[in-house]
């Protein structure tokens, strides 16, 4: 399995901005569909965006004209933007992705890699 690897959290006040990325840490033929989840401390890991091999995007209610996924496929690199943020969107955030790899002589897909988490904190 490709362990994927998030950037970009930290602290921020309310209604300020981050961007996180997320990229494979072994060198991949490409990234395709990417979800992006966060997990608040007592919660369920709930998904928040997704992007498809084709740009095609989707986001939870919570997250709609707030968030925005996008992707850099010369990178190879899934981005989170996120701006306007509430003390309510703190929480780990964790990459999931499906990507294509090439390996003793083949392409190999690998679907589900996680990452660790990059912790995103909204506070005054």
């Known amino acids: 399995q490709v362990q994927v690897v998030e950037s970009g959290g930290g602290l921020v006040q309310p209604g300020g901005s981050l961007r996180l990325s997320c990229a494979a840490s072994?060198?991949?033929?490409?990234?395709?569909?990417v979800n992006w989840y966060r997990q608040a401390a007592g919660n369920q890991r709930e998904l928040v965006a997704t992007?498809?091999?084709?740009?095609?995007?989707n986001y939870a209610d919570s997250v709609k004209g707030r968030f925005t996924i996008s992707r850099d496929n010369a990178k190879n690199t899934v981005y989170l933007q996120m701006d306007g943020l509430k003390p309510e969107d703190t929480a780990v955030y964790y990459c999931?992705?499906?990507?294509?790899?090439?390996?003793?002589?083949?392409?190999?897909?690998?679907?589900?890699?996680w990452g660790r988490g990059t912790q995103v904190t909204v506070s005054s």
């Open positions: 992007i498809s091999s084709n740009g095609a995007t």
């Open positions: 072994i060198s991949i033929f490409s990234i395709n569909t």
């Open positions: 999931n992705a499906d990507v294509v790899y090439y390996r003793d002589g083949g392409y190999h897909t690998s679907a589900g890699n």
